[in-house]
């Protein structure tokens, strides 16, 4: 069994933002391969499902992001997963727009909701780390995340939570690289980066 975390805030306020994306990349798997109706679970809500014959549970934290470790300890708990059954999807500064990485382990990088987790279930969890692009000046970053994606970001948005939900059983068998890969193949192809840049690791 393996436990997918979306990060973001809860909201309608905070729907849209950057920092949510990872409540959009979960969405997306959940629409996508025809999982259970949302329910409040958790401090959050959760579905299950089933991706290449491997159940998961998918988790989108309602504790806003600086306490998601709270939600994702007490269903990791209830499932009795290790940290490394954890997947969490995360917004990623130091990412450009429409890259992905994966990543177990390592640093937060200021990232309150990986702190919070790591604190409460240790750091050796997945990280599929997203990326949103930097503002460029450090005092611009909190509004950068908490503000929505432009009108020209949704259909790199999209794109990129389609591919991650059309390859995500990859990721729950445990083939990150293969994922990775063929999520970067999609999105190069679709035009949002350059055909020479393979920087998949």
Same mark, same amino acid.
């Given at each position: 069994?393996?436990?997918? @975390? ?7 306020? +905070? ?10 990349? @979960? ?29 998961? @549970? ?20 209830? +499932? ?10 995360? !917004? ?22 990986? %702190? ?10 997945? %990280?599929? %780390? ?22 020209? !970001? ?21 083939? !990150? ?25």
């Amino acid at each position: 069994m393996r436990l997918f @975390v979306g990060l973001g805030n809860p909201g309608a306020k +905070y729907a849209s933002n950057r920092h949510n994306i990872g409540y959009l990349a @979960v969405d997306e798997i959940a629409r996508r391969h025809g999982f259970a109706s949302w329910r409040r679970r958790f401090q959050g809500e959760a579905c299950e499902g089933v991706l290449d014959r491997e159940k998961v @549970v998918l988790l989108k934290p309602t504790t806003f992001m600086n306490e998601s470790g709270r939600a994702v300890q007490e269903a990791a708990n209830f +499932y009795r997963l290790a940290a490394g059954d954890v997947t969490v999807f995360q !917004d990623e500064l130091e990412l450009p727009p429409a890259k992905l990485r994966v990543k177990v382990g390592g640093g937060i990088a200021g990232h309150n909701g990986l %702190r919070s987790i790591s604190a409460h279930i240790g750091n050796d969890y997945r %990280r599929v %780390r997203l990326g949103i692009g930097h503002p460029g000046v450090k005092e611009l970053v909190h509004s950068h995340v908490l503000s929505d994606f432009a009108k020209s !970001d949704r259909p790199w948005v999209e794109a990129l939570c389609h591919a991650v939900a059309d390859n995500a059983g990859l990721l729950a068998t445990g083939h !990150d690289a293969s994922f990775a890969n063929k999520v970067h193949l999609v999105m190069q192809a679709k035009g949002f980066f350059d055909k020479d840049e393979n920087d998949t690791a």
